[in-house]
């Protein structure tokens, strides 16, 4: 007999779920409750939430939950059913698309059911065998597991770095010489756990030099940058040069699904090939009249991505003047830097929530370098000045006490539990 499938899960539960024990439920899978909103309760005590990635205040707004909830009524949660292709397509699909893609200034915009699948299925309907794919080594994992389905070549470069992505292109350049085919390079518009954004005008810059096409998730650009919301390429000035156009609702658009935005000849390809879409039923109508509105309100209230960004330039520039070291963000995402060991950081985050009713996510060693704590913000159009100030405070005061060995003192029986 061959040995049980589960035994290697009854041995190792994986990279994150051997934490499970001490991390469920406070570090990994915490509960926050009561309404979206810059304050929210963790365990019964309110906790200003920076953790959540509604950008533009969108989630809880009046006119929004208005929206959704008159959808709800008129079309339950079922319609449409089907797969688009087959019973799930309607005018208003249509209708949000076009707006989608004037929004984002492309000629045509598909709509995805989510994100994640979509941006998969994407890259999966992009290339063939013979096609080489050039991508950031940093990339989201719904790029990596879209990578991860090619059947020919790949060449990771190194994080937003010019010389290695030149370098890569010249490697592809000449494969492609030989494999005859074609050359997708796929960056993010801005990296979602640094805050950098991808280096598009320089990357639209080595067109001139190499025969590529270049492919954009903006999952944080889309509503927070550039004059009129529509993201990194805007902000760079480049759109035009993006070939493909990725976005999901779930952030600035606080919702559910997403879109890709192409040339029109494209968009008509990928609709007939992207296989998450064809083989899964289609966006519900609730989700997308709640689109349409949120739509809306990004194009005519620039007030909340005005919001955003005094909020986020409170945070990230109370922080600066406080010595914080806050990397080398260029969108509102928040990255805090500190140095310490993963007990440490638990003990640190523990005061963080308990002490100071602070709430934000916790990165630590093996996704940044050992020895490396990260805090990452993400500031919101519904979070107020006081509580920026609230939250300085409280990283001066946790500050100290990781300088002052009051962590490593708490933290103890945990480093020794985990051989640290
Ligand atoms: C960069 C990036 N791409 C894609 C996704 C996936 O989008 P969705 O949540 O709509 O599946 C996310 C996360 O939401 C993301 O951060």
């Given at each position: 007999m061959s040995k049980d499938l589960f035994e290697k899960i009854y041995k190792n539960k994986g990279p994150l779920g051997k934490w499970a024990e001490v991390?469920?439920?406070?570090?990994?899978?915490p509960k926050l409750e009561g309404p979206i909103s810059n304050r929210m309760k963790f365990q019964g005590k309110e906790v200003i939430t920076?953790?959540?990635?509604d950008y533009l205040g969108l989630a809880n707004h009046p006119e929004v939950r208005k929206a959704d909830a008159e959808a709800g009524v008129k079309?339950?949660?079922?319609?449409?059913?089907?797969?688009r292709m087959m019973s799930g397509h309607t005018d208003l699909h249509e209708q949000l698309q076009n707006e989608l893609a004037e929004f984002v200034s492309k000629e045509a915009a598909y709509l995805l059911n989510f994100g994640y699948q979509g941006m998969v299925s994407t890259i999966d309907a992009l290339v063939s065998k013979d096609d080489i794919i050039v991508y950031d080594v940093d990339a989201h994992a719904c790029i990596i597991d879209g990578v991860r389905l090619h059947l020919g070549k790949r060449f990771t470069y190194k994080h937003n770095d010019l010389e290695s992505i030149e370098k890569n292109l010249q490697r592809a350049t000449k494969m492609a010489k030989t494999s005859g085919g074609g050359i997708l390079l796929i960056s993010e518009?801005?990296?979602?756990?640094?805050?950098e954004q991808g280096r598009l005008k320089e990357i639209v810059a080595l067109k001139k030099k190499y025969n590529f096409r270049l492919f954009v998730d903006d999952a944080h650009g889309f509503?927070?940058?550039?004059k009129t919301g529509a993201g990194a390429g805007e902000e760079q000035g480049v759109q035009d040069e993006i070939d493909i156009y990725f976005a999901t609702f779930?952030?600035?658009?606080?919702?559910t699904g997403a879109f890709i935005a192409a040339d029109e000849e494209i968009i008509a390809y990928l609709k007939y090939n992207l296989r998450s879409q064809m083989f899964a039923k289609s966006l519900q109508m609730q989700l997308v009249e709640g689109a349409l509105k949120r739509l809306d309100m990004l194009r005519t209230m620039p007030e909340l991505k005005n919001k955003l960004w005094e909020n986020v330039n409170a945070l990230q520039g109370g922080l600066k003047e406080r010595g914080?070291?806050?990397?080398?963000?260029?969108?509102?995402?928040t990255p805090v830097y500190l140095k310490g060991s993963i007990p440490e950081a638990m003990a640190l985050v523990k005061d963080l929530r308990e002490n100071h009713g602070i709430f934000c996510s916790i990165v630590v060693y093996p996704v940044i370098p050992k020895g490396l704590i990260l805090l990452r913000m993400i500031p919101t159009a519904s979070h107020n000045l006081k509580d920026v100030e609230e939250t300085l405070e409280a990283f001066e005061s946790i500050r100290e006490r990781l300088e002052n060995g009051t962590y490593k003192r708490l933290s103890a029986a945990v480093a020794a539990a985990m051989g640290e």
């Open positions: 991390a469920e439920g406070y570090f990994v899978f920076w953790s959540i990635n079309y339950g949660s079922a319609y449409p059913m089907g797969a518009g801005v990296f979602g756990m640094r805050g509503g927070t940058l550039g779930a952030k600035s658009m606080a919702s914080f070291d806050i990397g080398t963000t260029q969108s509102c995402v």
